[in-house]
């Protein structure tokens, strides 16, 4: 059983900054990525930021430059920092972990979702 707890969200005007966070706890071996996803209503699902365990980071272009994603191994834990948020920023953001538990199975968990509004 692998458990993610997201948080960080809220409500922050055009130009602000939000950090949102996710821990992964429960029967991990290794962790191979964690990354961010988001949906915004009425759009589909995409990819935000990933970061593998060899150091390997993506970024969606529209956040390129604005959004930094970094982990805490010793914590199984990701960030985001999010800076010169947009409205079209506005999205339920969610952590994705692919791992491999403790019986050596590979497993992609998902968080619960936590919801960014940027709005004046």
């Known amino acids: 059983q692998v458990q993610l707890v997201e948080s960080g969200g809220g409500l922050v005007q055009p130009g602000g900054s939000l950090r949102l966070s996710c821990a992964a706890s429960?029967?991990?071996?290794?962790?191979?990525?964690m990354g961010w996803f988001r949906k915004a209503p009425g759009k589909h699902r995409e990819l935000v930021a990933r970061?593998?365990?060899?150091?390997?980071?993506d970024y969606a272009d529209s956040v390129k430059g604005r959004f930094t994603i970094s982990t805490d191994n010793a914590k199984n834990t990701v960030y985001l920092q999010m800076s010169a948020l947009r409205p079209e920023d506005t999205a339920v953001y969610y952590c994705?972990?692919?791992?491999?538990?403790?019986?050596?199975?590979?497993?992609?968990?998902w968080g619960q979702g936590t919801q960014v509004t940027v709005s004046s």
């Open positions: 970061i593998s365990d060899v150091g390997r980071v």
């Open positions: 994705n972990v692919l791992l491999r538990t403790h019986l050596q199975s590979m497993m992609n968990a």
């Open positions: 429960g029967s991990i071996f290794s962790i191979n990525v």
